[in-house]
C-alpha cells in the first residue's frame, strides 16, 4: 500500500472520529435523533385497545420506525454540515491537509455512522418490549441492510447543508424526513393510503428502504427491484451533493 493511500486513510480516519465525537456531544441529537423512533415504537405498539397489537405488527413497526431513524439521523448530518458553514468551519478545513474529496467522503462516512445507534436501539427495543424474534443471522442483515440503504438519505440531508442556508437546510431537512416517512409508509401501511396514492407511495426512497427491511425480517430475500430503485436515488442525490459541495466552494 502507497504512502499516499496511508496518509489519506490516516486524514479521513481521522475527521470521520472528530466529526463523531462532535455529533454525539450534541444533546438533541442523542435525544431527538435516537429516542424519538424508540418512543413512536412504544407508543404505537402499545398504545391502543390492543386488537392492533399483533406479532406481525409489532414486527413491522420495528422494521418501519427502525427505518425512520436511520432516514432521520442521516438527514440530521446535513444540518450539521450548513451550521458548519455558517461558523467558518467548512473554510477552516478548506486549509487543512484534506482535500475536497477526503471531506465530502470523511462527512459521508460520519453521517452513515451516526443512523447505526438509532437502527439499533429501535430493534433492541422491539426484542425487550414487545419479543419480537429473528433468527441470530437475519438480526444482522437487518442491521446492515437499513445501514446500507440510508446512505441515500445522509447524501440528500448532506447536498441540502451544502447548498442552503443553516435555517433553511433546519427545515427543508425536517420537511423531507416528514415527507419520506409519511409517503413511504414507515408509520402506517401503504395498503390504508388511497387509492391514487399507493402506487406513487410504493417508489418513494422511503418505501424502497423499508421494503429491504421488512423483506429480510420477513425471512425472504431483499427485492432486487427495491435495491436498485434505491441505488438510482442514491446516484441523484449523491450528484446533488457534488454540485451543492462545489457551489459552496465557489462562495466561500
Known sequence: MSSSVILSFTLVTRYVGLELRRAFRDVGFVVFGIGTPVLMYVMFTNVGDGSARTPDWALSAMVGLAAFGALSSGLTSGTAVAEDKAAGWLRRLRVTPLTSAQVVVGRSLTGSLMVLPAIIVVLVTALIANGVRLQPWQWLVLILVLW?????????????????????????????????????????????????????????????????????????APSLTSAAGLAGWLLLFSAYAAYAYRRSGRKA
Open 148 to 220: 446500507v440503504g440510508s446512505l441515500p438519505f445522509t447524501m440528500l440531508g448532506i447536498a441540502n447543508g451544502y447548498q442552503l442556508s443553516s435555517q433553511t437546510a433546519n427545515v427543508t431537512n425536517i420537511l423531507c424526513n416528514l415527507v419520506l416517512a409519511l409517503l413511504g409508509g414507515l408509520w402506517f401501511p401503504v395498503s390504508e393510503f388511497p387509492g391514487w396514492l399507493a402506487p406513487v407511495a410504493t417508489w418513494t426512497p422511503g418505501h424502497l428502504f423499508a421494503r429491504l427491511g421488512w423483506d429480510t425480517a420477513g425471512g425472504r
